[in-house]
């Protein structure tokens, strides 16, 4: 992106203060432009014939740095490059890496539809919302067109996420486009060796393609070749080895890539990048071991700067770790993760049940939540409006004060005549020191909590009923 304050974006706005794009100035626009939540479609006025040269010249200015492409179709399609910047802390990182998984095409129809359906299914609840997998990569292993074209078809039947067809034969890979065209799947790949008639591929079905070469001459004569023939959804791969020095020099391509795309305006490479921490299976014959492997790989590729995997192993060892670690590197550091401020039913509370104040940072507020619920807990749970800061550094900053606790009840329509028999509030023991203030702002009797949620069963054992 070549602006990088709203100022400079609103210079080619219309700046008339319409309103149809749901913003309510011309310049608050301008700020979601830049920080991605709008698009330059959003605003009617700049589509019309009179802005036509600013809209065009705002839509380059625009553009990311790293092109973006998209894989699929439908609610699943997954967008995956697009970054800025180098590192996470200069804005935000956009895309995460769509994580492939891959099915072999010698797999019998059963056992093909159980791991698919296992790759579709995988769903880990974090922070309020499910942590998922995102393709499914398929593997001409049998060297047969027929057979690759019937797993690729059942693949399809199967799920709707993304799909990539890996073999080097084009005979191959066509047979495989032509079972799921429709789908937009990724082609993987064209070398040295194949390019011709996989571009060829790209360009009849225009699709994206992935273009593999260690060397990255190679590779970027290849991106330039395919560029020429007017094919723009293009991955790079430079090889993923599994260990020893040629891992080193592996990161190094990813490394350099990705700098000559962001710092050195290299276009012709400014594209995302794959990664294949599969390979590990290559090296680790035991399964756990690979598996570990694999993973140990896939995070050293999730922060630099795979923007596509194709994995193995769906151990949840091994799935836990690579979901958690892409959800962090790709969280907008900018904006903590918070939940909307309110009070909330744990279980079945009645009026005997206890009333629980936490922070809306999302974290804190589903651990408190899953360490109440887990030891099944009823009672009534407050997020205080903190704007996504947890408690301790909530109540050094002034975020989460004995009013903006009184505002919660009162905005969530909260009465505790009506809702409780005890008129008792719990803070957190490391909000401690406001239990005076809260005590004179809600009129209601505050006691003090542990510090660690974790604690809380333990003790409301001791201090429930409160005396
Ligand atoms: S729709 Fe366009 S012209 Fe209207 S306020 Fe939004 S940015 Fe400005």
Known sequence: ??????????????????????????MAFAARLIDRSKKLEDCPPLLKD??????LELARLLAPEIREIVIGTGEHAKKVGGDDVLYRHQLTFFNPPLLAYDVEDTLDDKALVERVKKIHDFKKFYVGRFLKLNGVAVRAISGDRTKFAAAVKKVAETTPLPIILCSLDPAILRAGVEAVKDRKPLIYAANETNWK??????????????LFSENLDTLKSLAVSFAEMGIKEIVLDPGTYPAGKKLRESFQRF???????????????????????????????????ASYWETVLASVFIVRYADIMI?????????????????TIYTDPRTPVKVNPGVFEVGAPTKDSPVIVTTNFALTYYTVESDLSSNKVNCYLAAVDT??????????????TAAKIKDTFSKAGFDFKEKTSHSTLIIPGLA??????????T???????????????????KNWPPK
């Not at 008639?197 to 992935?210: G, H, R, S, T």
């Open 197 to 210: 008639e996989v571009a060829a591929l790209a360009l009849e079905f225009n699709l994206p393609v992935v």
């Open 387 to 400: 704007d996504g800061i947890g408690v301790e550094a909530a109540v050094a900053g002034g975020q989460l």
């Open 432 to 441: 401690a020191r406001l239990q005076g203030d809260a005590e004179d702002a």
């Open 1 to 26: 992106m070549r602006v990088k304050s709203p100022l400079e974006v609103y210079r080619f706005l219309p700046q008339i203060n319409c309103a149809e794009c749901g913003e309510t100035t011309c």
């Open 311 to 327: 994995l193995h192993s769906l151990e949840p060892y091994a799935l836990l770790p690579e979901l958690h670690l892409r959800d």
């Open 50 to 55: 009179e802005f036509k040269s600013k809209y």
């Open 255 to 289: 490394l350099n890539l990705r700098r000559a795309g962001i710092k050195e305006g290299q276009k012709d490479v400014a594209l995302p990048l794959m990664a294949v921490p599969m390979t590990a299976w290559f090296v680790e014959n035991d399964p756990v071991n």
């Open 443 to 461: 009129g209601l009797k505050v006691k003090v909590g542990p510090p660690d949620s974790g604690r809380i069963p333990g003790w409301l054992e």
